[in-house]
Structures are given as C-alpha cells and as structure tokens.
C-alpha cells in the first residue's frame, strides 16, 4: 500500500530532552514536508525537501532540523524541545512538487512537551 | 500575500442541507487550488483541486467555484452527510515555481447533524 508512515504515533517529553519524529514514504516521491498543526492556524510549514540532500526552512523552522539522506526517509528532530512545539505534526510526500501532484500525508505525530 | 483566508473556522449543517466553506488568497501567481478532507486521527487527503482556467469543478457531491476575479474559491458540499464531518483546508500555490509550496488555509471544521 502507497503510504507515508510517521513514528510515534503519540510522544509525551520533557523540556530539553532531544527527540526524533521518524517519516518514510515508500512511493518513490522526490519531495517531502514536515508540517505542524494547530487550532486556528491551520497547517503550517516547518521544513521541506526538493529531492536527496536538498532541504529548506519553510514558515517555522526555529527549533527543528531536518536531514534527508535517503530518498524515502525524513526525520524531524527537536534538539531541545519545548512547550511551545507542543503540536499535531505531519510529514507529507509529493511525486515531485505539491502545487502539482498535491501531497499524501501520514497519520501524524501528536507531541506534547512539559 | 502569502496568506490563504478560510472561513468559517467552524460549521454546522444539518442531514440533506449544503455546506459552504470559502477562502480568499492575495497572490494571483497562484494556480493551483486544493481542498483537503481530514478525520479525527488522520492525515489531510486531496479531496479535489482546481485550476483557474476554469471556474467549477465538480466531483460527485463536492464542487469548487473560482472566482478569478476576486480571488476567491469555495468549496460546496451538496446533500450534506454524517460521514462528511470533518475538518477541511483549502490550499494554494504556484505550481510553476521552484518549490511548488502549497499554502493552507487555517481549517474548517464540519459537522453534519443527522
């Protein structure tokens, strides 16, 4: 099944304390994105990926850091996580660009920093 | 100019009525218009996208009206259904550039009173 796949699913931490969001896409898409929900402001862009070793800031990148060093992988990390990232996160593919071919999202990653 | 405006923020239509959820954006490089369907625990799913070279697009119960002009589209959703609640985005972008980032509005949250 064409899917994008995020883990964990839910992640409760604590302030400070490093952590990973995993993303793999198995449809061979050239382009993924990391985006972070929250209530009345829709879904907003962290980070994104053009193809291997390309990355570049979206609208909200302070405190993340993103790698792609295998087409099919993208992982967010926080370094030092805090409060204020506590969210409803997704990863996102598209074959190529997203203003064309439009996005499959995972199920998302609901963190909660304390 | 970035910004996409959607609104309501929230709606409630009963069994059988239409569902109306509209968004404005200001950069008329935009060309590329999709609206995203997300239920509680899942990730945004293309529902149906448009492009400006038309102004309605319509895919069973779901149509997109495009206003040019002035820089609006909206979704309707005919013969509202229980199985319809959830939270929709629309979305812009200008598919021809670079990155082909796609812009969503701030969400729409739909319930349907059977």
């Known amino acids: 099944e064409a899917q994008v796949t995020q883990n964990p699913r839910y992640l409760i931490t604590v302030t400070g304390k490093k952590l990973t969001v995993t993303c793999s896409q198995n449809m061979n898409h050239e382009y993924m994105s990391w985006y972070r929900q929250d209530p009345g402001l829709g879904l907003r862009q962290i980070y994104y990926?053009?193809?291997?070793?390309?990355?570049d800031k979206g609208d909200v990148p302070e405190g993340y850091k993103v790698s792609r060093k295998e087409k099919r992988n993208f992982p967010l990390i926080l370094e030092s996580p805090s409060p204020n990232q506590t969210s409803l996160y997704f990863c996102?593919?598209?074959?190529?660009?997203?203003?064309?071919?439009?996005?499959?999202f995972g199920s998302g990653t609901r963190l909660t920093v304390v | 100019q970035q910004q996409v405006k959607q609104s309501p923020q929230s709606l409630i239509v009963q069994k059988g009525g239409i569902s109306i959820i509209n968004c404005a954006y200001e950069?008329?490089?935009?060309?590329?218009f999709p609206w995203y369907q997300q239920f509680p625990g899942k990730g945004p799913a293309l529902l149906i996208a448009?492009?400006?070279?038309?102004s309605e697009k319509k895919e069973g119960r779901f149509t997109i009206s495009f206003n040019k002009s002035a820089k609006q589209f909206s979704l309707h959703i005919m013969d509202s259904q229980p199985g319809d609640s959830a939270t929709y985005f629309c979305a812009a972008s200008k598919g021809s550039s670079n990155t082909g980032k796609l812009i969503f509005g701030q969400g729409t949250t739909l319930q349907v009173k059977p």
């Open positions: 990926s053009m193809n291997v070793e390309v990355t």
């Open positions: 950069n008329t490089a935009f060309d590329y």
């Open positions: 996102a593919s598209s074959l190529i660009r997203p203003g064309v071919y439009g996005y499959t």
């Open positions: 448009i492009r400006p070279d038309v």
